[in-house]
């Protein structure tokens, strides 16, 4: 488990220059308002639009599988926005790694506290069930507000980037966990803390079972949510964040607890988890990450993939 952020000289190495000098750009965007940083990250999303083509083209397949009754029309327009929201997500995770907390205060609505609150009061650990949106690291800072939790992260491989991002997270929390220690997180919620987790991406096939998603009836997913819930004897309430419709704030809702999960049934849980990931997108699509190849994975091996 990661309680600081460990600093070395090694890190002055010309080779991360570059990268220190692109974060302090943008630890410069802090003096200005919200909106008019979001104003100036859509339209960075609009210029690396060309750079990152390959990603685009996954996102817009992705947005043909999910959403196959959607006019392409819309679907164009739907495509549009979430690569603008891809250029806003820079000044997010600025925001939530550089903000002071005061300046959080002023930018952010909290619904749903009182389950948190009566969740822990029971004794319970709590699995934050979340989604990867784009403003999803300003949702924990804004969660570290009023209940630090612990956070599932994945380890950078640029030491320079991995530094930042152990800082800037541990802002939000109090301590940071790799994605694959799963005792470590256990032993977490038995201490009653709150992880943070994700069940919304392809990982593979391994751990993984084949439910709908959308409109894919068979995207592979990772039933580490129940299996999390059981070993942990922890409360799973589900999570979302969003950035205002005027850019001006941030909104996070958490939901009670859910009943009788996790169940005997581990598909059954999981095909639940889904369902309650396609409401949370829903309620922002343009704010989630559809860059990922979240239908890599097929039920049979042999089949071609979706994305050629």
């Given at each position: 488990m990661?309680?600081?952020?460990q600093?070395?000289?090694?890190?002055?190495?010309p080779?991360?220059?570059?990268?220190?000098?692109f974060?302090g750009?943008?630890?410069?965007?802090?003096?200005?308002?919200?909106?008019?940083q979001?104003?100036?990250g859509a339209s960075?999303?609009r210029?690396?639009?060309?750079?990152?083509?390959?990603?685009v083209k996954?996102a817009q397949r992705?947005?043909e599988?999910?959403?196959?009754?959607?006019?392409?029309?819309?679907q164009a327009?739907l495509?549009d926005?979430?690569?603008e929201e891809?250029g806003?997500a820079i000044f997010?995770?600025?925001?939530?790694?550089w903000w002071?907390d005061?300046?959080?205060?002023?930018?952010?609505?909290?619904k749903?506290?009182?389950?948190?609150?009566?969740t822990?009061?029971?004794?319970?650990?709590?699995v934050l069930?979340a989604v990867?949106?784009?403003?999803?690291?300003?949702?924990?800072?804004i969660?570290?507000q009023?209940?630090?939790?612990?956070?599932v992260?994945?380890?950078h491989?640029?030491?320079?980037m991995?530094y930042m991002?152990v800082k800037?997270?541990?802002?939000?929390n109090?301590a940071?966990v790799?994605?694959?220690?799963?005792r470590q997180?256990?032993r977490?919620?038995?201490k009653?803390d709150?992880?943070?987790?994700?069940a919304d991406?392809?990982?593979?096939?391994?751990?993984?079972?084949?439910?709908p998603?959308?409109?894919?009836?068979?995207?592979a997913?990772?039933?580490?949510?129940?299996t999390?819930?059981r070993?942990?004897?922890?409360?799973v309430?589900?999570?979302?964040?969003?950035?205002n419709?005027?850019?001006?704030?941030y909104?996070i809702?958490i939901l009670?607890?859910l009943e009788?999960?996790?169940s005997?049934?581990e598909?059954?849980?999981?095909?639940?988890?889904?369902?309650?990931?396609?409401q949370?997108?829903?309620k922002?699509?343009?704010q989630?990450m559809?860059?990922?190849?979240?239908f890599k994975?097929?039920?049979?091996?042999?089949?071609?993939?979706?994305?050629?």
């Amino acid at each position: 488990m990661i309680e600081k952020a460990q600093f070395s000289n090694h890190l002055f190495h010309p080779k991360f220059w570059l990268l220190w000098f692109f974060a302090g750009l943008v630890r410069l965007t802090l003096l200005l308002p919200l909106d008019k940083q979001m104003k100036m990250g859509a339209s960075i999303g609009r210029l690396i639009k060309k750079l990152i083509s390959r990603r685009v083209k996954i996102a817009q397949r992705n947005l043909e599988l999910c959403f196959p009754d959607m006019p392409a029309a819309e679907q164009a327009q739907l495509l549009d926005r979430n690569v603008e929201e891809i250029g806003k997500a820079i000044f997010d995770i600025a925001n939530a790694w550089w903000w002071s907390d005061e300046k959080v205060q002023r930018h952010m609505t909290i619904k749903g506290q009182e389950h948190i609150d009566k969740t822990l009061s029971e004794g319970h650990g709590i699995v934050l069930f979340a989604v990867h949106c784009l403003p999803l690291e300003m949702g924990a800072r804004i969660f570290g507000q009023f209940h630090p939790g612990v956070g599932v992260y994945r380890p950078h491989k640029n030491p320079a980037m991995e530094y930042m991002q152990v800082k800037g997270r541990l802002r939000s929390n109090k301590a940071l966990v790799p994605k694959r220690d799963l005792r470590q997180m256990v032993r977490c919620l038995r201490k009653s803390d709150v992880i943070w987790y994700t069940a919304d991406q392809d990982f593979g096939r391994s751990s993984a079972t084949f439910v709908p998603f959308f409109a894919v009836p068979d995207a592979a997913t990772i039933t580490g949510a129940s299996t999390l819930a059981r070993l942990g004897k922890a409360k799973v309430l589900p999570f979302s964040v969003v950035r205002n419709a005027d850019d001006k704030g941030y909104t996070i809702e958490i939901l009670p607890p859910l009943e009788d999960f996790p169940s005997k049934d581990e598909v059954a849980d999981t095909k639940r988890g889904n369902a309650i990931i396609e409401q949370i997108i829903n309620k922002e699509r343009a704010q989630y990450m559809w860059l990922h190849r979240r239908f890599k994975t097929r039920p049979d091996p042999d089949s071609p993939s979706v994305y050629k």
